[in-house]
């Protein structure tokens, strides 16, 4: 490869080394470093210095191979080999810096924040997902005609996805097939889900964003519905996972908070608007979670009643307070921040 | 006198010129390569060869830059992913790139 005629002339015409390494490693670099940094900004990579992170994930795939094979020394490694090394590699740089959760045992992060809507008809469900630290649902009472799944799946696992629900969930699917639409989205392939759902702790309104809605579904559609999601979103679906699927779904369930309307509807507004003005950020650190204030206005909702939902969120454990704004126990401190408890 | 090629025209025959370029670097090693030979493979003459790369350093640096971005685009086609699955793939691919 080209860069061997590199290494062999760089001392003699030291322009050729600095141009393959601009345009080869300087810039490759600068692509892996900014994959790094999202990672990192959505917690799913230990914060440190993205550039020195970069290096080491590159140099530590080629440790022990690369040396041997530029000096000519021994047999060229065989495919399983390299894949050998690359394993061994990748496992060193997670364990210094990983923090993605393995399937299945990342249900343990699925927190107490599913929040049902289960008295209207038709039902609307709206579902924002963020990887790994949280999965979070927020039902909204609505009239959508049809199914639409927005994600950034491959259009396979969308597919996969869609005929699952539609064979699970909705009985009518078959009569009615315009229920049905799938959009993928197309979004850049190195965004995850919350970077979509939120930029700047702001809903990112130029992207599609995931939404499930049903409409006439039963009952009991959360409950399969959680389970696929949780399926298709940790992973393949595959029939061996399936167990696991279900005891994630099972310990789920048993975690839901539900809130009905109308006499929730408030409090599902606040939740919302809690959502808009992107508390979930917070899990990710960096930013400080909305006051009070800041959620009031964003919830459109008058004080008196943005009050009772706010207390009653807080009773059933769904937000909690993140800074007292002034004198602790005043719950109506405009300054007192409020996020999601995890 | 002087003929002017239409942009496409010329935008081909220089990435004629980088897949042959290549190719000659790639059997001779720098040093040794000459325009001659480029050009003579390329079918044309040297002066031809001049008009788009005016010294075989630049010649070779273009050659660089080209083989970059097309490894470039090839390692980072990835789906999205997790972390560990996204990094495996793109060493897998920079590892297979720095072995050839």
Redesign the interface.
Known sequence: ???R??V??AT??P??GE??YE??PK??KA??VA?MKQ?MDEG??KRSDPERAAEQ??E???AG??RR?LWNVGP??TDEE??A???A??ST??AAY???IPWPSRSTYLGPMAHVNLDTRPRVVHMQVY?NELLGFFFKPAGAEKVEISR?L?SQAASVLREAIAATLLDEQAASPSLFQTHIADIE????FKSILFKQGRANDNRKIVVFNFKDAFNDTALPLLGLLIAAFSGPLKLETLPEALEVVKGLWGKLIVLRTPQDADAIRLLDALGRVGAADIAAAGQAPPTWATLLAASGLPAADALTALKLLQARGVLEIARWGGQEENLEDPGNRWRVAL | MNVVMPRAQRDLRREAILSIALQVFMEEGYAAASMSTIAARLGGSKGTLYNYFRSKAELFVAVIQSQCDIHQNQIFDIPDQDLRRFLSQLAGRFARLMMS
């Open positions: 490869m080209i860069h005629i590199v062999a002339e003699r015409f322009e050729i141009a393959l345009a080869g810039r490759g692509r892996l994959y990672a799913r990579m994930a590159m530590l795939s080629l191979m690369y094979r060229i490694p390299i894949d090394n690359i394993e590699g990748i740089f997670m990983g923090r993605d990887e950034q491959g392939p190195s965004q995850s």
